[in-house]
């Protein structure tokens, strides 16, 4: 902690390394409160910290989470949390691989994404509703917004052109 006791980021990177295994963990899976069933968010894509593998996901979801009804996450422990960002970091009890799921049970491996350019198409999937009414265009690069429970707007955002269907738990 900084000397007003501000959390202080270590640099957190999407790792490319991890096998793809079975049981591990993976972007676009289920976040839930430890032991319920209650959807709360999506992961985002599985990161180191130093040596430390872990698992990203919206800084607006809770701090308590785990993938599925397991225990397989600690409480999120880096955070970003200001204008330049929505982002929490949960370090891992279980291994990680370098996949994201981007439809039911359909996973593709993760290596690099590109700078989000406007026009540039993207797809999504979320933990709630999967691939929504699947791909758009990208419309800004600069959007913001105001969550609820923040008390800041979060800024350099991607916006595509029309709604993409998502819905409460596919943040991440």
Same mark, same amino acid.
């Given at each position: ?8 980021? &270590? ?5 490319? !390394? ?9 972007? =676009? &899976?289920?976040?839930?409160?430890? #032991? ?7 992961? /985002?894509?599985?990161?180191?910290? #130093? ?8 800084? +607006?979801? $809770? &701090?308590?989470?785990?993938?599925? *009804? ?18 929490? @970091? +949960? ?7 370098? &996949?994201?799921?981007?439809? @039911? ?6 290596? *690099? +994404? $590109? ?12 933990? /709630?509703? #999967? ?8 419309? *800004? ?6 969550? $609820?429970?923040?008390?800041? !707007?979060?800024? %350099? ?11 409460? %738990?596919?943040? =991440?």
């Amino acid at each position: 902690r900084g000397a007003r006791g501000r959390l202080l980021l &270590q640099p957190v990177d999407v790792d490319r !390394t991890l096998e793809n295994t079975d049981e591990a963990l993976s972007g =676009g &899976q289920a976040l839930m409160t430890p #032991g319920t069933t209650t959807l709360r968010c999506t992961t /985002a894509f599985t990161a180191r910290s #130093g040596s430390i593998m872990g698992v990203l996901t919206a800084k +607006h979801c $809770p &701090q308590n989470l785990s993938v599925t *009804s397991g225990d397989s996450l600690y409480s999120a422990s880096i955070f970003i949390d200001s204008s330049e960002g929505d982002a929490q @970091w +949960h370090r891992a009890k279980i291994s990680g691989n370098a &996949q994201f799921q981007y439809d @039911w049970g359909r996973f593709r491996s993760v290596s *690099s +994404h $590109p700078v989000l350019k406007t026009g540039t198409r993207v797809c999504r999937f979320g933990a /709630a509703t #999967g691939t929504g009414t699947g791909c758009d265009d990208v419309k *800004s690069v600069s959007a913001c917004t105001k969550y $609820p429970n923040l008390s800041y !707007t979060v800024c %350099g955002l991607a916006m595509t052109e029309g709604t993409t269907g998502s819905s409460n %738990g596919d943040s =991440g």
